[in-house]
């Protein structure tokens, strides 16, 4: 069932992706990038081109905040594990000790 909610969100998406395109297929923007100015340029590229930039700056983002939360991790289970080893009873004895060999 989470598959084909998942599936139909992407024909969703899709789908209304194509519709904006073929409705604005002509249209035509003035783009001003600070240094430089592109006019006329089709408005189905910037906005497909905007789409594009927003998920490779959220990619980047995301990877690293992935790695700083990842190296928090490993802190936090080096210390639990210095934590672990000091509190190991030295003096604790196997109850079977003849049953090693």
Do not use: C
Not at 20 to 40: C, D, I, S
Not at 45 to 54: D, E, N, R, T
Not at 59 to 75: N, P
């Amino acid at each position: 069932m989470i598959r084909f909610a998942g599936a139909a969100g992407v024909v969703l998406v899709l789908g209304l992706s194509m519709a904006f395109a073929v409705m604005n297929g002509g249209q035509r923007v003035t783009l001003r990038l600070g240094l430089w100015t592109l006019y006329r340029a089709p408005l189905t590229a910037v906005v497909f081109g905007a789409l594009i930039l927003g998920m490779l700056v959220m990619l980047v983002a995301g990877v690293h905040s992935d790695l700083k939360v990842r190296r928090i991790l490993r802190e936090r289970l080096v210390e639990e594990a210095l934590e672990e080893r000091a509190r190991v009873d030295r003096n604790q004895r196997d109850l079977f000790e003849g049953d090693r060999e």
